[in-house]
């Protein structure tokens, strides 16, 4: 059995379990635009590939996928998780199974505004979002919503161009000057971050981890708690039970006045994701059952009151003699 991840980047953490769990059974192929891609060196074989937005992009990526008998593939960034949804025929055509939600889920939870209101919709609570300054200036004068605000791309992320804003005038600042932001209210409570995996042949959700984030880096968890909340737990099946979500998917949650609201749904590995692989919660075990066509167990156990805390680690790639240390 040979998986590809796609744009792996810094992500050697998720190359690292898969390689563990694949060990004498098969491959993990990795790819990146880059060769600076650190990730890379991780796999037991890897491709630099065009760019995802270059027009030979996915036929390259198929390529690779019939030349390395490739049973399941995944990505590991945002923008490419529309590209391989909206293939999922091309490649399932050729044996191979993309590892991602539909092509629906997947632009839904990219474009903030109308997640929000695609969130309230299904009957659960969202962060207040707002598309423009008109409709912020009308809920701001009926005391709906107050400064400080988040402005921010509309299809945004890893907090990339994120500014908290204090009064009118540097919101008006900031509609000038950019186009495609959304206003959303300041969340000051609790942020969670929950993994989950929905089988992707059974579609129900078997796995799920919570944890309550304690610092954050450049959209990415940092340092995070495992916890274990009943009416969170209940929130999040609740939700699964009234969407089409399969495969990895990371939900962020912010709780407030003791009532819990989404905030965001990034159907893929999340940055904390290493966090629940360490207390139990292995995700790669489950998409390798997945691609033999066996179902899993729903199992939600895992470890609570364990701390996770990133640290920075390098390698070194010596292009005079082409090795990496």
């Known amino acids: 059995m040979n998986i590809l991840i796609l744009s792996v980047g810094t992500r050697n953490k998720v190359v690292q379990y898969f390689k563990k769990e694949l060990q004498g059974r098969g491959l993990v192929i990795a790819t990146d635009a880059s060769e600076l891609a650190p990730a890379l060196y991780e796999a037991d074989k890897y491709f630099i590939v065009p ?80 598309r423009n300054i008109k409709d912020f200036e009308k809920a701001y004068q009926n005391e709906q919503i107050d400064f400080p605000v988040f402005v921010k791309p509309l299809r945004g992320s890893a907090s990339i161009n994120i500014n908290k804003v204090e009064d009118i005038d540097q919101l008006r600042d900031l509609f000038n000057r950019f186009d495609d932001l959304i206003i959303q209210e300041l969340m000051n409570g609790k942020e969670y971050g929950v993994d989950v995996f929905i089988d992707l042949v059974s579609k129900r959700p078997v796995s799920m981890f919570i944890k309550e984030k304690l610092l954050m880096r450049a959209g990415e968890t940092d340092k995070s708690v495992s916890v274990k909340n009943n009416k969170l737990y209940n929130t999040i099946i609740n939700f699964l039970k009234v969407t089409n979500y399969i495969g990895v998917i990371d939900i962020d949650i912010f709780e407030k006045n003791g009532e819990f609201f989404i905030s965001e749904v990034n159907p893929r590995f999340g940055g904390g994701y290493p966090h629940a692989y360490e207390c139990g919660v292995n995700i790669p075990n489950k998409i390798v059952k997945n691609l033999q066509n066996k179902i899993n167990i729903p199992n939600f156990e895992y470890d609570e009151d364990v701390y996770m805390m990133k640290y920075n680690e390098i390698k070194i790639l010596d292009k005079n003699i082409g090795e990496i240390h």
């Open 51 to 130: 760019k995802i937005n270059e027009s030979n992009y996915i036929d390259y990526i198929l390529k690779i996928c019939k030349e390395n008998n490739i049973d399941g593939v995944l990505s590991l960034i945002d923008p490419e998780l529309s590209v391989l949804a909206k293939n999922k025929k091309r490649f399932l055509d050729i044996g191979t199974i993309p590892i991602v939600s539909d092509y629906e889920e997947v632009e839904i939870s990219f474009d903030k505004y109308n997640f929000s209101k695609y969130i309230e919709r299904l009957g659960f609570k969202a962060v207040q979002t707002y």
